[in-house]
């Protein structure tokens, strides 16, 4: 399905830039997929899976959005990273500013902030971040700060070929905090669970 509907798309350990027509980029993570939705009036980007990272050129009499899920991100020149699970939307600024929309309402973002929007709650929060560490992924890192295994796997299983199951829920709810290479992503994983 998302084959059909997609503009641009990646595989498994694939990432890919993407130069738009109004000097726009917009780098895809692996295992991403993205449908264009330009006209007259406005520009932008349906993130149907995966995570992206948008440099966008400042026009402000065309608005560029993006839209994942039940968030729209909608900007007139910025650079923004957009993630998109069947869990969660994120949304991390690290340079100008976005009004991002979620079902309950709106928020004006600043550079270095994260907003977790949980999808089967329905609840949004906002957290700090450090505008080096967004989008590391650019850089074949996952950078972690106090996050439970499960969801440590759930960040590197796009990477890896093959299928990642934690059978135990203890190490699963394990809080870990680390660098770790998603260039290798068996190494990640054994890095992880080692301790």
Avoid at 36 to 55: E, K, P, Q, Y
Avoid at 60 to 69: C, L, Q
């Amino acid at each position: 399905k998302l084959r059909l509907q997609a503009d641009y798309r990646t595989g498994t350990g694939d990432t890919r830039i993407i130069a738009l027509k109004d000097g726009s980029t917009v780098q895809l993570d692996t295992g991403t997929s993205i449908a264009l939705a330009d006209s007259r009036d406005a520009r932008g980007v349906r993130l149907l899976a995966g995570r992206a990272f948008f440099h966008v050129a400042k026009d402000p009499a065309r608005p560029f959005s993006v839209t994942a899920g039940d968030v729209k991100v909608t900007v007139t020149g910025t650079r923004f990273d957009v993630g998109l699970t069947s869990h969660a939307i994120d949304v991390m600024l690290a340079e100008g500013t976005v009004n991002a929309r979620y079902p309950q309402g709106q928020v004006a973002m600043a550079p270095g902030e994260h907003l977790h929007f949980d999808r089967q709650r329905k609840l949004a929060a906002m957290e700090s971040v450090p505008v080096n560490a967004i989008a590391a992924w650019r850089r074949g890192k996952l950078l972690i700060e106090g996050a439970p295994v499960s969801a440590i796997v759930d960040q590197i299983r796009p990477y890896f070929p093959g299928l990642i199951i934690v059978t135990d829920g203890t190490l699963a709810s394990r809080k870990v905090t680390g660098a770790f290479d998603l260039r290798d992503p068996a190494g990640a994983l054994q890095t992880i669970v080692e301790p």
